[in-house]
């Protein structure tokens, strides 16, 4: 399965702020993250995104309807509400989505669910929608770990808003950590 790191974030690599709040994330990489997600299918998210999401407006989870939303914790007991599934492990996320037919997944946080899936070597494609601000602290798109992710550019865009977005693919290794 193809799976696809896209994350939204300032310059300096935070993809929210230590309350959890991604009020720098612009209109215009909602609006690309929507059209990524509807051309793949399917979302992969880790209970800590899971938890920030559920207090989104209701609009919000309309733009999802449709959207197959895999939510990993080791927290087998963790409840997630209709429209989601659970899953206890990234593997275990994959391979379910595998057997529903799924052949690409988005993946979009957080950052340790990101870093578990760049140690195990799973992630294919990176692309990154940086935002024209630099945030002073907050939670970063990777959680501190031992692990590289060599990256072969493939494009750049910009939106009308400045947002950039730079698109890599994964130069495989058979290392994993």
């Not at 051309?39 to 209970?47: A, D, N, S, T, V």
């Not at 989601?84 to 391979?95: N, R």
């Not at 950052?111 to 578990?116: A, D």
Request: glycine share 8%.
């Amino acid at each position: 399965m193809k799976v696809t790191l896209w994350m939204g974030m300032s310059l300096n690599g935070i993809i929210a702020r230590e309350n959890n709040e991604e009020d720098f994330i612009s209109h215009d990489c909602w609006l690309a993250w929507l059209e990524a997600i509807r051309e793949y299918g399917c979302i992969l998210w880790g209970r800590k995104t899971h938890e920030i999401v559920k207090t989104w407006p209701k609009q919000y989870f309309d733009d999802l309807k449709g959207i197959k939303v895999m939510v990993v914790s080791s927290n087998q007991k963790y409840l997630v509400k209709d429209g989601f599934e659970l899953a206890s492990s990234p593997i275990q996320a994959l391979e379910k989505l595998t057997k529903e037919g799924f052949k690409k997944v988005i993946l979009t946080g957080g950052s340790g669910l990101n870093s578990s899936l760049a140690k195990s070597n799973l992630i294919n494609e990176v692309i990154l929608n940086i935002e024209p601000v630099i945030v002073g602290k907050g939670i970063p798109v990777f959680s501190p770990d031992v692990f590289d992710l060599r990256l072969e550019f493939i494009e750049m865009k910009q939106s009308k808003g400045k947002t950039i977005q730079l698109r890599y693919k994964v130069i495989k290794s058979d290392k994993v950590y």
